[in-house]
């Protein structure tokens, strides 16, 4: 960018830095970056210094502190000069989209489908009224609620208790029943609508196999909704009798069947199994050195020179006979 | 939602994810706020430890911890399996814990001082990072003058051709620039520049210090920018990594046309100053002379039409008093007596 240097209230932050560079370092700010290396996401507030870093020095922290304020003092520079508004405590700048890429965390969402209401909806152009919770009453001249305490009293709705036969009507028809039948087919009929719109979605049941399902998969998913749904019961299945030919899913214990038995030769296997993890018995050797020592220092009197000393190589066993056999448990 | 229920294990087909139906309005709540979004809000990151670290790597782990609260969580039980042999704990973990970065520490002989970062796409890891750690000092060694505020998102600055060469680097750089910042937002109140992570790439190794940003009068605009470090403070050397499968690259790296679609109209339209909706019109080429026009009304023909429109307006408006021109008369009647229809 060119500048009129006689403007001197704007002075572009790359002088400045110049002017601080050879004020401190003495030299003409050669060794620095240049503006040129620079890029910038200002979207993301990031800056990329493309250039050689063989003269950074990990080490020296306070030369790696200058270099990158003269980085970020690039990257300043850059968002101070976007467009912005005054706002509390400084100025709000908008910040440009961002240009770097991110993969995102989880798939875009797919669009749900439009139900078969929608879709009509969408087509004539109906759109949705939204309903005011109070309702003007034209015989009371009031504003009522439109359900609930005090609401306004719909005819159709509320029939009376004694209703006037008409012209047509021989008794045989009761009309609270005939509205209580009429809201039950409308409810079920709403019922029948949503299951079909789930159907059509392709919601599948809970437990259900996917479409693609060979045989062996849709028999295995057969027996787990079976097996679910036989313990689905108070008490999960426990107290339930069996039918003829039903096999009950095996009842969840605590320890193995193994562990729980009382089998003398494997605990005993097991028990030495874990003491050999501490001590190792099978390799265990005796260090005439170390013992030694550890008995003269209780014995009165011995001092180091006197002990025997063994060599190192000289890992001898106590003894190989048959007591020392049965004493450590070897043979099983 | 993964279901642990037992025909989970039965069912030959794993993948498939069974989603649990909400039984109260709660779960269903938090089921949808762990739908998948057009736009994402913050990340979350899981910061673990293996069964064997170092105080060192504890420390740099609780400090990164530290930085990207509230968005992180420190889990305190050990994790056995390491992310490089078996990936199925961190995937598991990140998924109950609904974070998409990661952070595993550990130390061994073999790889001392381990520092792993990496992401999640669909509660799958996508790519991580594994970096032996040195030249240390922690968050508490550093005395600043100034803290940043809470959550308050640094700046990030690269430095260094290598994180434009060398390939692994290039996905290191992105790793980065996604971890140590919040989600992008359109405007920046510009006393929130607190501080800043410069990450410098020498070789293979890359230096990781954090700046806090003071900025001081200069003799324009653009303030003079001292900076004080914060720490932690740590150098980074790449050892293994794995980097995204291509088509879950591609998949991830989608964006959604609603996203797209809000920041331009369509084709053609335009939004103008009043805040209208403007498009054109293109017409093809129109020979002025050789337009084929209407042969001109007889006036007392075009003057009645031309009564019929206005008394079609005039009567809309109510209480307006019709003036009975002496022109009108039977034209006024017809079109008085044809109904009330609008024009």
Not at chain 2, 67 to 74: A, E, L, N, Q, V
Not at chain 2, 306 to 319: A, D
Request: net charge positive; charged share 35%.
């Amino acid at each position: 960018e060119m500048r009129d240097t006689s403007e001197e209230q704007f002075v572009s932050a790359l002088t400045l830095i110049k002017q601080r560079s050879a004020r401190e370092t003495g030299d003409d700010g050669s060794r620095g970056p240049e503006e040129e290396s620079m890029s910038y996401d200002l979207g993301r507030m990031a800056a990329f210094y493309n250039s050689s870093t063989d003269s950074f020095d990990f080490n020296n922290h306070q030369e790696m502190a200058d270099k990158a304020s003269i980085t970020v003092q690039f990257l300043v520079g850059r968002l101070f000069s976007l467009p912005s508004q005054p706002a509390e405590g400084g100025r709000t700048v908008d910040l440009p989209p961002p240009t770097t890429s991110l993969p995102r965390e989880k798939p875009v969402p797919q669009p749900r489908p439009l139900t078969r209401w929608e879709k009509f909806a969408k087509e004539k152009g109906i759109q949705k009224k939204r309903k005011d919770r109070m309702v003007y009453d034209d015989q009371t001249k009031e504003w009522k609620p439109r359900f609930g305490y005090k609401r306004k009293a719909n005819e159709a709705d509320d029939l009376p208790p004694i209703i006037e036969a008409g012209p047509g009507d021989d008794g045989s028809e009761s009309p609270w029943e005939k509205k209580e039948k009429e809201r039950k087919d409308r409810m079920d009929k709403q019922k029948n609508r949503e299951r079909r719109n789930k159907e059509e979605r392709g919601e599948t049941a809970h437990l259900a196999p996917p479409p693609d399902a060979v045989r062996a998969e849709k028999k295995a998913a057969t027996e787990a909704a079976l097996s679910l749904a036989r313990k689905s019961t108070a008490s999960v299945g426990k107290f339930d009798k069996k039918l003829r030919g039903e096999k009950k899913d095996a009842i969840k214990r605590k320890l193995g069947a193994e562990q729980a038995t009382g089998d003398v030769k494997h605990e005993k296997a097991r028990q030495l199994e874990v003491l050999n993890k501490i001590v190792s018995l099978d390799t265990a050797t005796l260090d005439l050195d170390k013992a030694a020592g550890r008995v003269s220092s209780f014995l009165p009197g011995e001092r180091d020179g006197d002990r025997r000393k063994k060599g190192k190589t000289g890992k001898k066993e106590r003894g190989t006979g048959a007591k020392t056999k049965a004493r450590k448990g070897r043979g099983k | 939602v993964m279901s642990k229920s037992p025909t989970q294990q039965k069912v030959q087909n794993a993948p498939i994810r069974i989603k649990r139906k909400p039984r109260n309005a709660r779960a269903k709540r938090v089921m949808l706020a762990r739908d998948p979004k057009v736009r994402e809000e913050d990340r979350r990151t899981l910061f673990m430890r293996g069964t064997h670290t170092t105080e060192i790597i504890t420390d740099i782990l609780k400090n990164l911890h530290d930085m990207k609260k509230p968005d992180s969580r420190y889990l305190p039980r050990r994790i056995e399996k390491h992310p490089f042999e078996d990936d199925t704990s961190i995937e598991f973990l990140c998924e109950k814990n609904e974070s998409s970065f990661f952070g595993f520490g550990s130390h061994s002989k073999k790889r001392p001082n381990n520092l792993i970062l990496g992401r999640t796409f669909n509660y799958k890891v996508y790519d991580m990072y594994e970096f032996g750690v040195s030249n240390i000092k922690t968050m508490d060694d550093f005395k600043p003058s100034k803290f940043p505020n809470y959550c308050n998102s640094p700046c990030v600055v690269f430095q260094g051709d290598g994180f434009d060469h060398n390939p692994k680097l290039v996905d290191v750089k992105s790793l980065f620039l996604d971890m140590f910042q919040h989600a992008p937002s359109e405007k920046l109140n510009l006393t929130g520049l607190e501080h800043v992570v410069v990450l410098t790439a020498k070789g293979e190794k890359v230096a990781f210090r954090h700046y806090g940003i003071l900025l001081k009068k200069s003799g324009s605009k653009v303030p003079r920018v001292v900076l004080e470090e914060l720490g932690p403070r740590f150098d980074l050397e790449l050892r293994r990594n794995r980097s995204a499968a291509p088509d879950v690259a591609r998949e991830a790296a989608r964006v959604p046309k609603q996203q797209a679609a809000s920041a331009k109209l369509g084709k053609n339209l335009e939004r103008n100053a009043m805040g209208d909706t403007v498009g054109r019109v293109h017409m093809q080429a129109q020979s002025l002379d050789q337009l084929q026009v209407a042969p001109p009304m007889p006036p007392h023909a075009a003057r009645a039409r031309l009564s019929r429109l206005v008394l079609m307006q005039t009567r809309k408006v109510k209480g307006l008093k019709r003036s009975r021109d002496a022109g009108e008369g039977d034209a006024a009647k017809r079109a008085r007596g044809a109904g009330d229809e609008s024009p």
